[in-house]
């Protein structure tokens, strides 16, 4: 199983970026479909962008269209998550994990994510 630890969050203003980093132990990493994750205030976690293993194809959640962009680097064992244009509804925790070819996550597990804080 792959073990996966977020980085790259913090405090910026909004209409400011952001880039998440998600670092992979196992040598696995490359047969993984991969997603990023967020759970904000109050609310549910929700998905917010995932790529395929090859990094072909890509989904993102209709709140984070057109502003994140999500890639990976099978050779350095690292997926990322471009955040471009934050909002403060954007503030979250965020995870990355394994997820199925329907954008699910694959497994009941999370690491300690990244908190991305948003001000207005």
């Known amino acids: 199983q792959v073990q996966l630890v977020e980085s790259g969050g913090g405090l910026v203003q909004a209409g400011g970026s952001l880039r998440l980093s998600c670092a992979a132990s196992g040598r696995t990493f490359t047969s993984y479909f991969l997603g990023w994750f967020r759970q904000g205030p109050g609310k549910e976690r929700e998905f917010v962008a995932g790529?395929?293993?090859?990094?072909?194809?890509?989904s993102y959640a209709d709140s984070v269209k057109g502003r994140f962009t999500i890639s990976r680097d099978n050779a350095k064992n690292t997926v990322y998550l471009q955040m471009n244009s934050l909002k403060p509804e954007d503030t979250a925790v965020y995870y990355c994990?394994?997820?199925?070819?329907?954008?699910?996550?694959?497994?009941?597990?999370w690491g300690q994510g990244t908190q991305v804080t948003v001000s207005s």
């Open positions: 994990a394994p997820v199925t070819t329907h954008w699910q996550a694959r497994y009941d597990y």
């Open positions: 790529i395929s293993a090859s990094g072909g194809s890509m």
